[in-house]
């Protein structure tokens, strides 16, 4: 097997029996369908899809795993695009108690990674601690807000955090410092294959109801601007510097674009949604499209925000 492995080199059966010796007390599901954890509600299955009960069970599962059979984590499914072929390999979810618990201890607050990113902000503003608003405008969980230093409103994830835990491709529990997170815009430095389990944020003393005021403005804001109540995937390309992504795709005559049953947002053109029987290759390629576009119009090369997995159908 290579890296290049797809569900037709190995079989499900046959992840499950590499993985047996482990004795792992989380979920496995051969053959399990993704369309329903993503906000795209598109895509094939998981060739193996495994729920871990704690980050120990999931290093152990790690660990067991040649290093070429393909591993890929997903979270609430919010920044998502799952290819029609499905995934090849152990899709990762991260969810229950080990993984979805927020604590407060002073100015601290350490969440997991399976925590949405709104409950990270709503912990904080209880606490009376500021600086985290700004997780309420972003419609995911802290597990991809680390891997790719969400932010919104003003504020991003390297501004408030501490300190990372994840595990690595090879099994091995491990910390990592924010100066080890090697943040830039909409991107983190850790080798992609370390799979992040919690974070340590710290916040500074406030006053909670100037807290709760700015999450309620930041809501306002987001329902006003952005289509939330379709089935989207958030922003779809990262604003290129010194410009506005929606801006350079309206002026590309982008807005309201469609392809098959996928669209983009007469809302917000740098949104596309799903109208009701969009394909994950529509999406795509509706995407592909509008990065043509937006080259021939201005000269400027969009790059996705939106992650994309999966083969093809």
Not at 127 to 141: E, N, V
Not at 212 to 226: G, I, N, P, S, Y
Not at 247 to 271: K, P, T, W
């Amino acid at each position: 097997m290579t890296s290049q492995t797809t569900s037709q080199d190995i079989l499900s059966q046959d992840i499950l029996s590499l993985l047996a010796p482990a004795d792992l007390r989380g979920r496995l599901l051969a053959d399990h369908p993704l369309a329903d954890l993503t906000w795209f509600r598109v895509g094939g299955p998981a060739q193996v899809l495994f729920t871990p009960a704690d980050e120990e069970d999931l290093a152990a599962a790690l660990a067991a795993l040649p290093a070429d059979v393909p591993v890929t984590v997903i979270g609430l499914g919010s920044n998502l695009i799952v290819r029609d072929g499905g995934v090849p390999g152990l899709v990762v979810r991260l969810g229950g108690r080990a993984f979805g618990s927020v604590a407060v201890d002073g100015d601290t607050i350490r969440a997991g990674a399976a925590v949405p990113d709104v409950k990270v902000a709503r912990a904080a503003a209880e606490a009376g601690l500021d600086g985290l608003a700004f997780y309420r405008g972003i419609p995911g969980s802290v597990g991809g807000a680390l891997r790719m230093n969400a932010g919104a409103h003003g504020g991003e994830t390297t501004d408030v955090l501490v300190e990372a835990r994840g595990v690595t491709r090879a099994g091995e529990i491990r910390v990592f410092s924010h100066a080890e997170m090697g943040f830039s815009y909409r991107h983190c430095g850790v080798p992609a294959d370390v799979i992040f389990t919690g974070a340590l944020y710290r916040g500074r003393p406030g006053d909670k109801a100037a807290i709760l005021a700015e999450m309620d403005r930041v809501t306002a804001a987001r329902e006003a601007a952005q289509p939330i109540r379709e089935r989207t995937g958030g922003s779809t390309f990262k604003n290129p510097e010194g410009g506005k992504a929606w801006q350079l795709i309206d002026a590309a005559g982008c807005r309201g674009l469609r392809r098959g049953g996928a669209q983009v947002s007469e809302m917000h053109c740098n949104f596309l949604i799903n109208t009701g029987s969009a394909t994950a290759a529509d999406i795509e390629g509706l995407g592909e499209e509008v990065r043509a576009r937006v080259w021939a119009a201005s000269g400027v090369d969009l790059h996705w925000e939106i992650k994309r997995i999966g083969v093809a159908a």
